[in-house]
């Protein structure tokens, strides 16, 4: 279930004579979540670490999910891992990652006008759903579903890519934060990896029927425009799992999946999760 596209085995000349290693199934990139995993550690010691600035939790099985934000900038990113033994001082690991620009592509899109410009109390109640959305991304902790890595939701045609900037009726828009994905209506959608249902939002104006699931460590999954829901807030689901059915509610042109993963609030490509990978590319060499 491990499924790794790249494994990329950091030695680390600092390291000489330590055991421990640092290994990720890609490099970090912009928009981008890899799963670290830190091998041989001895016995009893504790991890902490830092990455891009942020503090890195990580799971019981020495793994964390390394995340910088579609808009973050390119540059040189810091990872420091911190092995606290029982006995004697703390062994620190670190390693600078150079990470290149990311381009996204424009995408124009046109919607009725009573879609764009909404009126006062529409504009108030979308307002208001966003910020439950959002508010779930601030969530921490909570059991760890997500360190065997991702499956897709769904199987369909990639529609709309992560990061596109939108330009919706000629008027520049935010950033897509996710991927769209364009299947028959009624198409079961499951879950990414196993998780907690943090949300079940009812006919959103945007983003219709909506789920967000909580994988642990800030680590949430958004399933946007469903024709129905099979979950419950607080509810634990098994990695594909159903969730619900894939629809066109709330704002949208078609039947499809508006998918999309936040990592402690870094917002990343679906598409590129571990996991996912070798399915995106063999999907995409389908087109
Ligand atoms: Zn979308």
Redesign the pocket.
């Known amino acids: 279930m491990f499924r790794y596209a790249l494994l990329i085995a950091l030695l680390l000349p600092s390291l000489k004579g330590m055991a421990a290693d640092l290994s990720l199934s890609a490099p970090p990139s912009i928009g981008t979540a890899v799963m670290l995993q830190v091998t041989e550690v001895p016995d009893g010691a504790r991890l902490t670490g830092h990455f891009h600035g942020k503090p890195l939790p990580f799971t019981a099985n020495h793994r964390a999910l390394l995340a910088l934000d579609m808009e973050a900038k390119p540059g040189s990113v810091l990872l420091q891992v911190e092995l606290h033994l029982p006995q004697g001082p703390k062994e620190v690991l670190t390693k600078t990652f150079l990470v290149p620009p990311r381009t996204y592509r424009e995408e124009p899109l046109t919607l009725p006008k009573t879609q764009v410009e909404l009126e006062p109390e529409t504009a108030a109640r979308a307002a208001q759903e966003t910020a439950t959305i959002t508010a779930t991304y601030s969530r921490r902790g909570g059991r760890v579903g997500y360190e065997e890595g991702f499956q897709l939701p769904v199987t369909g045609r990639f529609s709309?890519v992560f990061g596109s900037r939108r330009i919706l009726n000629g008027k520049p828009r935010k950033p897509?934060n996710?991927t769209?994905i364009a299947a028959p209506q009624g198409t079961p959608v499951v879950a990414i990896a196993s998780g907690e249902v943090a949300l079940r939002g009812e006919e959103y104006f945007f983003t219709g029927n909506t789920l967000v699931l909580d994988h642990g460590d800030g680590v949430l999954s958004l399933y946007a425009h469903l024709e129905s829901m099979a979950v419950q807030p607080g509810e634990w689901v098994a990695a594909g799992t159903p969730i619900g059915t894939l629809g066109k509610t709330g704002r949208a042109t078609g039947p499809h999946l508006?998918w999309s993963v936040m990592v402690r609030q870094d917002r990343v490509d679906p598409q590129l999760l571990p996991g996912i990978l070798p399915a995106t590319a063999s999907a995409a060499a389908l087109q």
């Open positions: 709309g897509h996710g769209d508006h």
